[in-house]
C-alpha cells in the first residue's frame, strides 16, 4: 500500500536519500534500522509530506505524496505518525488530544469522538489518564497517548519515528507492547527503531539503510541473525554488542 | 495642601471627561493594534513570501514613523485624498495602525517560539494551516504573548495623550486647557499625572498577573 520509487532527497548540497525503492503491504510491519543521520527518519517523513523529496515517487494506496499539494491532507489521515519526541499537545488533556483529529478534521461528532477516543485510551492502558495533561504524564505513557492519538483518526498505516528513543529504559516495554499489539491486530506499520529485539519479534521485513541507500533488506530474521552484508554485521555488532 | 484640595473638586468632573475620551481612545487603538497586527504576524509566518515581505516591508514602515506624524498625516493630509476623519477616528486609527506593528512582533515571537514538533504533529492529523494555527498554536503562544502584551496595553493608555495633538480633548489636552485658562498648573498637572497612574496601576497588576500565569507553566 505504500511505494517508494528511487527516492531522492537532499538537505542543501547534502544528498541523504539516494535513491530508495521499497514497499509496504497491507498489514506489513516494516522496521528500518541503522546508523543515526543514514536517513531513516526521512523516508517517513517523506511518506506523510512533512518533507518533500527531490526525484522518484511515493504513492499511498496509488495516490501520488505531495507535500505541496492538498492532497496531502488525505494521505495524512491515512497514514498517521508517531513521534520520538511525542509531539502531545501539552495545552490539551489525554482525551483532547485523541479526539482532536476526529473532531477537528473530520468532524464526527463529539459524542462518537469521545466514546472511540476513550475506547483508545483504554486499548493502550490508559483509561484512567483521559482528563490528564500530557506534562503530568510518564514518557511512555505520553507515547501510548500519541499512539491513540494516531490510532483516532483510522489511519490504514502508522508511521513510528523512533518512538522509544526518547524514553527512560524502563518505559520502553509499555510501549513496545502496545505495539506489538496493533501488529497483531493487523495494522500496518513502517518503524524506525534501535530495538532489535521488537524488530525481530514483531517485524516482517527489515531495511537496512545507511549513507542514504538500502543496503539490505529480507525477513526480519535472516537479515537480524544471518546479515549478509559487512556493513549490516558491523552495525549490528555494534549494536547489540556496544562493549 | 488644602488649596489643591479645593482646585481638586473643582477641576476633577471636568477632567473626568477628558479621562472618558482616553479610555475610548485607548481602547479603540487597542482593538485595532491588535488585530492589525495579528494580520501582519499571521503573514509574517504564513509562509507565503510575498505575504511575509509585504508583512515585514509594513512593519518596518510603521515603526520608523513617529506617531504624532502619523497622526497628522491622518488627521490634517488625508482629507486631501477625500477621505475626512472626526479628531477621534483619527487618533484611534492612528494609534492603532502605529501600535500593530509592536503587537505584530509581540505575536510573532509568541508563534516562532511554539515547538515545531507541535506543527508537525498538527499535520499529521490532518490539520491545515489555519486549523493548526487556530487549535495548536495560538492558544499555547497566548502565554507567552500576554505579558507584553500587556505592557503594550500600559504605553497605549500613556501615548493616548498624543491624540491631543489632534485636538481629541481627552486627559492631557483637557489638563492643559484648564492650566492655561486658571493659572493653576501645579494642581492640574498634578492631577493629570495622578488620573493616568490611576488607570496605569490595574494594567501594571494584570501584567503582574501574566507574567506569575506564564511561569507558572
Known sequence: MIELNDVHKSFGKVEVLKGITASVAKSEVVCIIGPSGSGKSTILRCINGLESYDRGEISVEGARVDSNDRSIVAIRTQVSMVFQRFNLFPHRTALENVIEGPLYVKKEPREQAVARGRALLAQVGLADKAEVHPPKLSGGQQQRVAIARALAMQPKAILFDEPTSALDPELVGEVLSVMRKLADDGMTMVVVTHEMGFARDVADRVLFIDGGVIVEQGAAKSVLNQPQHPRTQDFLRRVLHPL | ?217
Open chain 2, 1 to 217: 495642601m488644602q488649596k489643591f484640595f479645593h482646585d481638586a473638586v473643582e477641576f476633577v468632573p471636568i477632567l473626568l471627561q477628558g479621562v472618558w475620551l482616553t479610555i475610548v481612545v485607548t481602547v479603540g487603538s487597542l482593538l485595532l493594534s491588535t488585530v492589525l497586527g495579528l494580520v501582519w504576524a499571521l503573514m509574517r509566518v504564513s509562509g507565503i513570501r510575498v505575504l511575509a515581505w509585504l508583512s515585514a516591508a509594513l512593519i518596518n514602515v510603521i515603526r520608523g514613523i513617529p506617531i504624532i506624524v502619523l497622526l497628522f498625516y491622518i488627521y490634517f493630509v488625508m482629507p486631501d485624498f477625500g477621505i475626512a476623519l472626526t479628531a477621534l477616528q483619527a487618533a484611534i486609527i492612528g494609534l492603532g495602525i502605529a501600535y500593530s506593528a509592536y503587537q505584530a512582533e509581540n505575536f510573532r515571537a509568541g508563534i516562532e517560539a511554539i515547538d515545531k514538533g507541535q506543527i508537525e504533529a498538527a499535520q499529521t492529523i490532518g490539520m491545515g494551516w489555519w486549523l493548526t494555527m487556530r487549535r495548536v498554536v495560538l492558544p499555547q503562544a497566548i502565554r507567552i504573548i500576554l505579558p507584553p502584551y500587556g505592557n503594550i496595553m500600559i504605553m497605549m493608555l500613556k501615548d493616548s495623550s498624543q491624540a491631543s495633538t489632534i485636538t481629541v480633548a481627552e486627559l492631557a489636552l483637557q489638563g492643559k486647557l484648564i492650566a492655561s485658562s486658571t493659572f493653576k498648573n501645579t494642581s492640574v498637572f498634578t492631577l493629570v499625572a495622578l488620573m493616568y497612574l490611576t488607570m496605569s496601576i490595574p494594567l501594571i497588576l494584570l501584567v503582574r498577573h501574566f507574567e506569575n500565569k506564564a511561569n507558572r507553566k
